[in-house]
């Protein structure tokens, strides 16, 4: 767990502004009046990511009992990649049961955006903490609250995380069977029924805000045309919101092809393309795509149900060893690509122009 948190420091060390200023951006001073009135609607030009906070409670809320302290809001974030960490780390080895592939899966999470944003993030995103309550999740079987309660908490933390969890929703599918017959036997799970409540609640809670506080979905910058604009970086975009990670998702969808589990894979698909629609149809496609981390850990089921344990730790170690050498770039709008965080090495440069300039670019 230590040596995941390491290697994601490594990888992708915080900016300075993330210390030197927490409270000053646009972005934290949005998020830090969301969090004093938390129940007021925001007047904010459509499109802009000011506009986009009003139905992403969670972290409001909790940032209101802190009292809109940036730095407990900070250590929030932060605390996202570490759960998230954890939360891989325990699932890895519930669906393996080998030590070894468990480390790995929670190496390939510190490795790729999903479990690094928390750490290097300065715009109050919370994308590590959604995602990491979407894996949380999937550890909880035999329970018929905490899958639904953690889908929940995900949605009113980033509405990415509601298209995301049809991937738990297969995850549990997959534990009971993989045909369109099992689907009748599959609702006779409570797990399922926790799932369905949790989005039904949602759905609710957004309407009960939008009629008693008048909050409004911003449309502005979403949408099948902001898709098709942005094709451009379809490639690059879905790449890097797995990396490593898609080899897992191939091998898996071969292998559920020649099992002639023809209806799993459908549903593998339309999963996926839902993620994926939702991730084009906004201008930040790489973290949109990095809520679908549960398909990871869906597809690793999906090789570890052959039994055969060595096929799986040699993809699993491929998944690690790409994400640690690709570079974290961040796909965004038409053709946008950049490095998101750079490396200690690379960061350690702009600390020192810090230290002797005083001023932070």
């Not at 969301?34 to 129940?39: E, G, L």
Request: hydrophobic content about 55%.
């Amino acid at each position: 767990m230590l040596l995941a948190i390491v290697l994601s420091l490594f990888l992708s060390f915080p900016h300075p502004k993330v210390f030197l200023q927490m409270d000053s951006t646009p972005e934290a001073q949005a998020f830090l009046w969301k969090c004093a009135h938390p129940f007021t609607t925001i007047d904010a030009e459509s499109g802009s990511h000011f506009a986009k906070l009003n139905f992403r409670m969670l972290p409001a809320l909790a940032g209101h009992l802190f009292g809109s302290n940036v730095i407990l809001c900070r250590l929030l974030e932060a605390s996202g990649s570490v759960l998230l960490l954890w939360a891989s780390l325990l699932l890895g080895y519930r669906i393996t049961r080998d030590r070894q592939m468990a480390i790995l899966c929670c190496l390939f999470a510190s490795s790729v955006f999903a479990g690094t944003s928390g750490f290097v993030e300065s715009r109050f995103m919370f994308d590590s903490f959604a995602i990491s309550l979407l894996v949380f999740a999937l550890l909880f079987r035999q329970n018929s609250v905490l899958p639904g309660m953690f889908v929940f908490l995900a949605a009113w933390t980033d509405e990415r995380a509601l298209v995301a969890s049809a991937l738990v929703w297969l995850y549990y599918f997959l534990r009971t069977g993989t045909g369109a017959v099992d689907l009748v036997r599959f609702h006779k799970e409570k797990v399922v029924w926790s799932v369905y409540l949790a989005w039904a609640g949602y759905g609710a809670g957004r309407w009960y805000l939008s009629s008693a506080y008048g909050f409004e979905t911003d449309g502005e910058n979403v949408g099948i045309s902001l898709l098709i604009h942005q094709l451009n970086n379809l490639a690059l975009g879905l790449w890097s919101g797995f990396e490593g990670g898609w080899i897992l998702i191939v091998c898996a969808g071969v292998a559920l092809w020649l099992r002639r589990q023809r209806f799993m894979l459908f549903l593998l698909g339309l999963a996926l393309l839902a993620v994926c629609v939702t991730a084009f149809s906004v201008i930040d496609i790489t973290r949109s795509i990095a809520y679908g981390l549960p398909a990871f850990f869906l597809c690793l089921q999906i090789l570890n149900e052959e039994g055969r344990d060595d096929p799986v730790r040699i993809y699993l170690t491929a998944a690690v060893v790409i994400s640690i050498l690709w570079p974290s770039l961040y796909a965004g709008g038409k053709g946008g690509v950049w490095w998101f965080s750079s490396p200690v090495f690379v960061m350690a440069v702009r600390y020192l122009q810090v230290l002797f300039s005083s001023s932070v670019d």
